[in-house]
């Protein structure tokens, strides 16, 4: 088992930027593919982006690609997400997850954390 714990959530003004982090705990971090889904009040949860094994590939949804970057330190166990030029629209608990293949479905991923809060204000 794989516990991942994301952190740097908070309120933020439209155009602002906040960075998370997820620390892995339990198992071979370098093992996983990283991704970032997000899931807002009444909504699916939604994918936001995904990392290869040793970070040399990246996937984002168009809906933040050039906004948002994602990065890994497999020497910390720890995925980072910066994201910039936010918007309202972005408000949602966002969430880590590992899984065994890069993906965009949250059904395939393997392990996920409890989530942290991202609210984007006007």
């Known amino acids: 088992q794989v516990q991942l714990v994301e952190s740097g959530g908070g309120l933020v003004q439209a155009g602002g930027s906040l960075s998370l982090s997820c620390v892995a705990s339990?198992?071979?971090?370098?093992?996983?593919?990283m991704g970032w889904f997000r899931q807002a009040p009444g909504k699916e949860r939604e994918f936001v982006v995904v990392?290869?094994?040793?970070?040399?590939?990246?996937y984002y949804a168009p809906s933040v690609k050039g906004r948002f970057t994602i990065s890994r330190d497999n020497a910390k166990n720890t995925v980072y997400l910066q994201m910039n030029s936010l918007k309202p629209e972005d408000t949602a608990v966002y969430y880590c997850?590992?899984?065994?293949?890069?993906?965009?479905?949250?059904?395939?991923?393997?392990?996920w954390g409890q989530g942290t809060q991202v609210t984007v204000s006007s």
């Open positions: 997850a590992a899984g065994w293949t890069p993906q965009t479905m949250a059904a395939g991923y393997d392990y």
């Open positions: 339990g198992g071979t971090f370098s093992r996983y593919h």
């Open positions: 990392i290869s094994r040793s970070g040399g590939s990246t």
